[in-house]
């Protein structure tokens, strides 16, 4: 179970880190902890998997993928272990999840593709299609973005 | 972009130092100074390329309850539909896609009974039965980091 403290912590570092030569003793100050302390809980919330990364989040438009496509595929369930294996060995991959399937919605397995032209973007769909032999898929661009934020947790609390 | 500044995002995406004085970590990888990397890193968030510095958080390890939902929303109501479901704080991705499911969106809450009430609450107030809720079955891959090369 997450602390008072953690919970503290997570609202601190969801946010921007301050750009200052000591960024976490500025955090830790605000918080009423020391650095080593603040440094020791994010340490740890890496390892526990609760921070999945921690880092620049970047806007991935504007460093020149443009074109990113959700790509979603119709992967028979015995073969989803070794078609997942490959699909997520290209680069151009950044998300591959398994989803359930609707009656009016078959495919079972998206991933994200990244690229910075949709021929491209294309090119490496075709290339894994051929790879993990399955041809039933669908590119679904976003034509519009309605909402992008990152989610801020704890904030009722 | 010069060959710095591109050194520079791609070390800072992944692994950013978690010490007393990161920047100067940084600083020496790059053979520049804290001051400068610190000015770097500005600049290259006013212009856009960096949105933030901080954590990214596995929602399900904190306790909340996320899933991406599409919606087949008439053309005449994309408007309307998407200002209810934006309205909501946990609805963090929302996109218009080409297909007859033209709404994808997706939504975290601390429970999933908040996540079924919000989604009732748009079948209710919009009129459309056509919403799928695709929580994750199994996850085999999340790694958003890009080589920035040229």
């Known amino acids: ?157 | 972009m010069n060959k710095t500044n591109k050194d520079l995002l791609n070390l800072i995406q992944s692994n950013f130092p978690l010490e007393s004085r990161p920047f100067l970590k940084i600083a020496k990888e790059l053979n520049i100074s804290e001051i400068e990397v610190i000015d770097i890193i500005k600049e290259l968030k006013s212009s856009g390329y960096i949105k933030r510095i901080g954590g990214i958080f596995d929602s399900r390890k904190l306790g909340y309850y996320s899933t991406l939902c599409a919606i087949k929303v008439p053309l005449d109501k994309i408007t309307e539909v998407a200002k209810l479901i934006n309205s909501n704080k946990g609805v963090t991705h929302n996109y218009i896609r080409d297909h007859s499911y033209n709404m994808w969106f997706t939504v975290i809450a601390p429970s999933i009974e908040e996540v079924k009430e919000f989604l009732d609450n748009i079948k209710i107030k919009t009129h459309i039965k056509d919403i799928i809720e695709l929580p994750v079955v199994q996850l085999f891959k999340i790694s958003v980091i890009f080589n920035i090369k040229e």
């Open chain 1, 1 to 157: 179970m997450l602390s008072c403290l953690d919970k503290k912590i997570i609202r601190k570092i969801q946010e921007d880190l301050p750009l200052v030569p000591k960024p976490y003793a500025e955090i830790a100050q605000e918080l009423g902890i020391t650095e080593k302390e603040l440094i020791y809980k994010i340490k740890g919330f890496c390892d526990e998997g609760i921070i999945r990364r921690f880092g620049s989040i970047l806007n991935h438009r504007n460093v020149g993928y443009k074109a990113n496509a959700m790509v979603v595929w119709i992967v028979p369930e015995d073969k989803i272990k070794e078609v997942s294996k490959i699909m997520i060995s290209f680069p151009q991959v950044s998300h591959c999840y398994q989803r359930p399937i609707f009656p009016d919605w078959p495919y079972n397995i998206f991933t994200m593709v990244h690229a910075k032209t949709q021929q491209e973007c294309e090119k490496v769909v075709k290339e894994i299609a051929s790879d993990v032999k399955i041809y039933d898929y669908n590119m679904l661009y976003s034509a519009l973005e309605l909402k992008k934020v990152s989610m801020k947790y704890f904030m009722q609390e």
